[in-house]
């Protein structure tokens, strides 16, 4: 049987995402968004985009939460944007 290419790139954003997901549903164990939030702003780091899912979480974070998911994942500004955001609605 032949084995599928599957790019690095993809392979890494699988990976955020299901890491992103499991720490989100608490599969495994307790729920942690701010780890969520860290794997999902980490895709961006490997050209995908876990914005969307990312929106759905960061309501129920503090501004605390959601800058120490964007230190974790090298996204502070994203991090940022998300705070400013959730102050400007």
């Known amino acids: 049987m ?7 790139g993809a392979r ?5 995402l299901g890491a992103a997901c499991w720490y ?6 307790p729920v942690d968004l701010v780890q969520a939030l860290r794997w999902y702003l980490a895709m ?3 050209g995908g985009d876990g ?4 929106h ?3 309501p129920m974070m503090t501004n605390d ?13 994203e991090a940022d944007v998300f705070v400013v955001r959730r102050h400007a609605d």
């Open 56 to 58: 759905q979480i960061v």
């Open 2 to 8: 032949k084995s599928l290419y599957c790019p690095p």
């Open 65 to 77: 939460e959601i800058h120490e998911a964007g230190r974790l994942a090298g996204r502070i500004s």
């Open 24 to 29: 989100r549903d608490g599969f495994g164990g």
């Open 44 to 46: 961006l780091s490997v």
């Open 51 to 54: 914005t969307h899912e990312a």
């Open 12 to 16: 890494r954003r699988a990976h955020n």
